[in-house]
Protein backbone atom coordinates (compact mmCIF):
# COMPACT_ATOMS: atom_id res chain seq x y z
CA UNK A 1 0.00 0.00 0.00
CA UNK A 2 1.07 3.26 -0.63
CA UNK A 3 1.99 5.64 2.33
CA UNK A 4 0.07 8.85 3.17
CA UNK A 5 1.27 11.98 5.41
CA UNK A 6 -1.26 13.27 7.66
CA UNK A 7 -0.87 16.39 5.66
CA UNK A 8 -1.80 14.66 2.43
CA UNK A 9 -4.77 12.34 4.42
CA UNK A 10 -6.25 15.85 5.97
CA UNK A 11 -8.76 17.75 4.28
CA UNK A 12 -8.48 21.03 2.62
CA UNK A 13 -7.82 24.45 5.29
CA UNK A 14 -11.41 25.70 3.70
CA UNK A 15 -13.02 22.30 5.12
CA UNK A 16 -11.03 22.68 8.55
CA UNK A 17 -11.55 26.28 9.29
CA UNK A 18 -15.68 25.00 8.46
CA UNK A 19 -15.17 22.53 11.17
CA UNK A 20 -13.82 24.94 13.49
CA UNK A 21 -16.36 27.12 13.47
CA UNK A 22 -19.17 24.83 14.02
CA UNK A 23 -16.92 23.54 17.21
CA UNK A 24 -16.79 26.76 18.73
CA UNK A 25 -20.20 27.22 18.38
CA UNK A 26 -21.37 24.35 19.38
CA UNK A 27 -19.14 23.37 22.31
CA UNK A 28 -19.91 25.75 24.63
CA UNK A 29 -23.92 25.17 24.52
CA UNK A 30 -22.95 21.56 25.55
CA UNK A 31 -20.53 22.77 28.17
CA UNK A 32 -23.85 25.12 29.41
CA UNK A 33 -26.43 22.52 28.97
CA UNK A 34 -24.40 19.63 31.37
CA UNK A 35 -23.46 22.35 33.71
CA UNK A 36 -27.46 23.59 34.53
CA UNK A 37 -28.32 20.00 34.24
CA UNK A 38 -26.07 19.19 37.24
CA UNK A 39 -27.33 21.97 39.05
CA UNK A 40 -30.73 21.49 38.16
CA UNK A 41 -31.12 17.85 38.69
CA UNK A 42 -28.66 16.78 41.49
CA UNK A 43 -29.64 14.13 44.20
CA UNK A 44 -33.09 14.29 42.50
CA UNK A 45 -32.43 10.37 40.79
CA UNK A 46 -32.84 7.30 42.69
CA UNK A 47 -30.90 4.08 42.49
CA UNK A 48 -32.81 1.22 40.79
CA UNK A 49 -32.60 -2.11 42.59
CA UNK A 50 -32.16 -5.22 40.27
CA UNK A 51 -32.72 -8.33 41.55
Known sequence: MDQL????????P???KVILIGVCMTLPGIIAHTGFSCRVFPGK???LAHA
Open 45 to 47: TIE
Open 14 to 16: ATL
Open 5 to 12: TVWQAAKS
